[in-house]
């Protein structure tokens, strides 16, 4: 019989070295910013649109960068997600600089982005205070029935239900749980560096609400000319999804004492523009 080589039976595996599935640099796994103009200088933000999902932020976002004295570098997103993988709690220097760098700008100009899942997340609110201090932070409300609504009828529209239904319904449910996410944003930021609009006031008075963001983040509050306030962006497009009697009833009574506790934090808050329980 041949001689069995020493090993034989063994199974062995090559695996490249560690070294090589690591990223070469800190910022390396992070979002990229875009080349800037030249003359443009990077910063922190001067405004971060922090939610809500489904709430007419895109919409909202595009009337902020219509004003003359806002600049954003070409290929900047409306939602950057910077920290969305952040949740460690680590934040360098160079990755705070590699986050202004998507903030480039002209001199007497203002930047910033709109993500609105930075109230949401739990991590998010410390690290963008730690990246932006001085920022002003822009929340839109909507009534959390009808965000369920929207914000379920873009993911069957995306089939990104998730594993179950149950769980989507679940997770669309807790983002319109409002006053935790706002007390988290307190938490981390001055009560006057947030402002929160409710969604049903800028559809009924664009131009009012929209002044009022102007000044809150420190532009001149007249709108430019013909630009057109009431015009929609990225709204919902084909049928929403339906919800039976029982379930609109059952999310309009869920809701009620959260959205009275978000009253007594909002007192401006006009819960008679939501639903309400009969």
Not at 153 to 172: F, P, Y
Not at 237 to 252: C, F, M, Y
Request: glycine share 6%; hydrophobic share 40%; proline share 10%.
């Amino acid at each position: 019989r041949r001689p069995v080589p020493s090993g034989a039976g063994r199974l062995f595996v090559r695996r490249p070295p560690i070294i090589d599935s690591m990223p070469t640099s800190p910022t390396e796994s992070l979002p990229q910013p875009p080349v800037a103009p030249a003359g443009w200088r990077a910063g922190p933000p001067d405004y971060v649109g922090v939610g809500t999902a489904r709430s007419g932020t895109t919409w909202w976002d595009s009337l902020v960068r219509a004003h003359p004295r806002v600049s954003r570098p070409e290929g900047t997103p409306k939602e950057v997600h910077f920290f969305d993988s952040c949740w460690q709690g680590a934040l360098s220097q160079a990755e705070i600089d590699h986050f202004h760098a998507f903030f480039a700008r002209p001199d007497g100009h203002l930047s910033g982005e709109w993500t609105p899942g930075y109230m949401l997340d739990v991590w998010t609110p410390a690290l963008l205070h730690r990246a932006a201090p001085e920022a002003r932070l822009l929340v839109l409300l909507r009534d959390p029935v009808e965000r369920f609504r929207s914000g379920r009828t873009l993911a069957e529209n995306r089939l990104t239900v998730g594993s179950t239904a149950r769980a989507a319904a679940n997770a669309a449910f807790n983002r319109g749980i409002y006053a935790d996410q706002l007390l988290r944003l307190w938490a981390a930021f001055p009560r006057e560096q947030v402002l929160a609009l409710q969604y049903e006031r800028c559809v009924a008075d664009p131009a009012g609400e929209l002044r009022r963001t102007y000044e809150f983040i420190g532009l001149e509050a007249e709108i430019p000319d013909g630009l057109d306030v009431a015009a929609r962006v990225n709204a919902s497009r084909g049928p929403k999804i339906t919800l039976s009697a029982w379930q609109e009833d059952q999310l309009v009574r869920r809701y009620a004492p959260e959205n009275e506790r978000l009253a007594t934090l909002l007192p401006e808050l006009d819960l008679s523009l939501w639903r309400l329980p009969a």
